[in-house]
């Protein structure tokens, strides 16, 4: 990842000014952040409060949408340089805020986040073949959530939860066939994910993860459909998803805070079968 800061740096001077002159603004509660290989188009300014945010694939890679609010006064130049000085460790000032996770090309997710009012950055933190991160090539947008006035989006009522701890996921209920509304609460001491996969016919969790490693052959065997990208401790996000017959898993490739180990091998994985 050391090697591609420089062009995390260029983008982020670059996203800074909008070249048109113009500035796009999102409608309240909704808006969509289209995912390239390896950048995003979408609004430079969004009003805050709860807002259903969609990622739309139009790369030929697996990408998602993290969402990272930055600490009053700090600015996309402060995290670039942050990210130079130490490349593994996002810094301390910077709140992963949710976002809807993976999908693969042509595809579509949606996350619903309460957002805050300040600058944000969308990223997105998925390697390429080669073990470097997409947003190390230059897969950021910056961002500013600004203060609404008016009407709020109605947060929907999830029937499925998915409890994140460390490290395990704890179901509300069993998921059964057909669309669920789900929510993801983060119980754990440092930010999770939930990445939902239906898996190929006789593949497990693991397999779908090794596809992820740094020189794996082969598209990886199965599919994801989205959930919520990294959330902190004590926060929440909500996705929706179509579950039809078949093997499913949820994963957490977040990194330990204090080991480096990924969540999924401390038993950060949960599979279950749809019928």
């Known amino acids: 990842m050391k090697a591609h800061i420089l062009a995390l740096l260029c983008v982020l001077a670059l996203a800074a000014t909008n070249p048109t002159g113009q500035t796009l603004a999102a409608q309240p509660g909704q808006f969509t952040m289209t995912a390239t290989d390896y950048g995003f188009m979408g609004?430079?300014?969004?009003?805050?409060?709860?807002?259903?945010?969609?990622?739309?694939n139009q790369g030929a890679e697996v990408h998602h949408a993290q969402l990272v609010r930055l600490a009053p006064g700090k600015t996309p130049a402060d995290f670039a340089a942050a990210m130079k000085a130490d490349p593994e460790h996002p810094p301390t000032w910077a709140t992963f805020v949710g976002?809807?996770?993976?999908?693969?090309?042509?595809?579509?997710?949606?996350?619903?986040?309460?957002?805050?009012?300040?600058?944000?950055?969308?990223?997105?933190?998925?390697?390429?073949?080669t073990g470097v991160a997409h947003v190390a090539l230059g897969m950021v947008k910056p961002f500013m959530v600004t203060e609404a006035v008016g009407t709020r989006m109605t947060e929907t009522k999830p029937d499925v939860v998915i409890t994140a701890r460390d490290f395990q996921f704890v179901l509300s209920k069993p998921i059964t066939a057909g669309s669920h509304t789900i929510q993801l609460v983060n119980e754990g001491t440092q930010a999770h994910e939930v990445v939902l996969v239906?898996?190929?016919?006789?593949?497990?969790?693991?397999?779908?993860?090794?596809?992820?490693?740094?020189?794996?052959?082969?598209?990886?065997?199965?599919?994801?459909?989205?959930?919520?990208?990294?959330?902190?401790?004590?926060?929440?996000g909500i996705?929706?998803?179509?579950?039809?017959?078949g093997q499913y898993a949820l994963i957490c490739f977040f990194t330990d805070s204090k080991t480096g180990a990924p969540h999924f091998a401390q038993g950060m994985t949960w599979e279950f079968d749809v019928r």
């Open 43 to 56: 609004p430079e300014q969004v009003p805050s409060g709860l807002t259903a945010i969609e990622v739309l």
């Open 99 to 129: 976002g809807p996770n993976a999908v693969v090309p042509g595809d579509r997710a949606t996350a619903v986040m309460e957002l805050q009012p300040g600058q944000h950055l969308v990223l997105c933190l998925i390697p390429n073949k």
């Open 198 to 236: 239906k898996l190929a016919p006789a593949a497990k969790a693991k397999d779908f993860i090794a596809a992820f490693e740094p020189g794996a052959a082969g598209p990886p065997p199965g599919r994801p459909l989205g959930g919520i990208v990294g959330i902190e401790r004590g926060a929440r």
């Open 239 to 245: 996705f929706t998803a179509q579950f039809d017959p």
